[in-house]
């Protein structure tokens, strides 16, 4: 299976309908792929909470409809990054939008663990509740969001929930590099799955993006990661590995709690 993720730059001085484009024309570009990831709140950054509300959109709305057509043309399935979801009927989300090779969406995510503690995401957007897996042919997508990363309890929900693949879109700051790329190889190692984690690059609303988007194997091992700046890192997995790790080494038979 070949997996792209897209580290999309964050800088800013480019308007919302610029990126969208820039990254649409990406997505096309990875026809041949399995899968492309996209990170966290690309279309604003993670961090610029004070566009939250202006730049918010509807499920089926502008960046909606872009990666459906990205995700036809190139004929991948697309986890499209998170967008700042405004329902209509309620708070604003963190939602993660997933579409088939044809276009169609299949899966939407409202991130679960909110972060800023007293301010910004924490504050402004409504928590999800519903765990969100994904059936692709090759593997099963378990989905998070950036600081669900450092929640294991929600990974094993979704490995109880048959996900083999773990799929983490992210803004991650650079100060906090280090915990990235331990986290990661921890929730791969533990759940005996894929990690797939897509962060930002550039520096939003003062705060530099850590990069350094990483694919983890079931036994931990780093498989590809990227640097700082923007990039696209494919790499080919074999998904059946999941099932032969358990198999070796069946230590989620072990489990108590």
Same mark, same amino acid.
């Given at each position: 299976?070949?997996?792209? @993720? @897209?580290?999309?730059?964050?800088?800013?001085?480019?308007?919302?309908?610029?990126?969208?484009?820039?990254?649409?024309?990406?997505?096309?570009? %990875?026809?041949?792929?399995?899968?492309?990831?996209?990170?966290?709140?690309? +279309?604003? #950054?993670?961090? *610029?909470?004070?566009?939250?509300?202006?730049?918010?959109?509807?499920?089926?709305?502008?960046?909606?409809?872009?990666?459906?057509?990205?995700?036809?043309?190139?004929?991948?399935?697309?986890?499209?990054?998170?967008? =700042?979801?405004?329902?209509?009927?309620?708070?604003?989300?963190?939602?993660? @939008?997933?579409?088939?090779?044809?276009?169609?969406?299949? !899966?939407?995510?409202?991130?679960?663990?909110?972060?800023?503690?007293?301010?910004? /995401?924490?504050?402004?957007? #409504? !928590?999800?509740?519903?765990?969100?897996?994904?059936?692709?042919?090759?593997? +099963?997508?378990? $989905?998070?969001?950036?600081?669900?990363?450092?929640?294991?309890?929600?990974?094993?929900? $979704?490995?109880?929930?048959?996900?083999?693949?773990?799929? @983490? =879109?992210?803004?991650?700051? /650079?100060?906090?590099?280090? &915990?990235?790329?331990?986290?990661?190889?921890?929730? *791969?190692?533990?759940? %005996?799955?894929?990690?797939?984690?897509?962060?930002?690059?550039? +520096?939003?609303?003062?705060?530099? %993006?850590?990069? &350094?988007?990483?694919?983890?194997?079931?036994?931990?091992?780093?498989?590809? %990661?990227? #640097? *700082?700046?923007?990039?696209?890192?494919?790499?080919?997995?074999?998904?059946?590995?999941?099932?032969?790790?358990?198999?070796?080494? =069946? *230590? $989620?038979?072990?489990?108590?709690?």
């Amino acid at each position: 299976m070949r997996a792209s @993720l @897209l580290q999309i730059d964050v800088n800013e001085g480019e308007s919302v309908e610029s990126r969208r484009r820039r990254v649409a024309s990406l997505v096309r570009d %990875q026809a041949g792929a399995d899968l492309v990831v996209l990170p966290e709140l690309w +279309t604003t #950054g993670a961090f *610029a909470y004070e566009g939250f509300t202006d730049e918010a959109e509807p499920i089926e709305g502008p960046t909606h409809e872009a990666m459906a057509k990205a995700a036809s043309d190139a004929g991948v399935w697309l986890h499209a990054g998170s967008i =700042p979801e405004r329902d209509p009927d309620g708070p604003l989300y963190n939602t993660s @939008l997933v579409f088939s090779p044809s276009g169609d969406l299949v !899966a939407a995510y409202r991130k679960i663990h909110r972060f800023g503690f007293d301010k910004g /995401e924490a504050v402004l957007m #409504g !928590a999800g509740r519903d765990l969100v897996t994904v059936r692709l042919p090759e593997t +099963t997508l378990g $989905l998070g969001t950036c600081y669900d990363l450092r929640f294991p309890e929600l990974f094993r929900g $979704l490995v109880d929930a048959g996900a083999e693949t773990l799929v @983490l =879109p992210a803004g991650w700051p /650079e100060r906090r590099r280090s &915990h990235w790329t331990l986290l990661a190889q921890a929730r *791969a190692v533990e759940n %005996q799955a894929f990690v797939l984690a897509c962060g930002t690059a550039g +520096t939003h609303a003062g705060v530099p %993006q850590a990069g &350094h988007s990483i694919v983890v194997d079931p036994w931990g091992e780093v498989l590809a %990661q990227a #640097g *700082a700046g923007e990039e696209v890192l494919t790499v080919e997995f074999d998904p059946t590995k999941v099932a032969t790790t358990r198999e070796q080494f =069946p *230590a $989620l038979k072990d489990r108590v709690l």
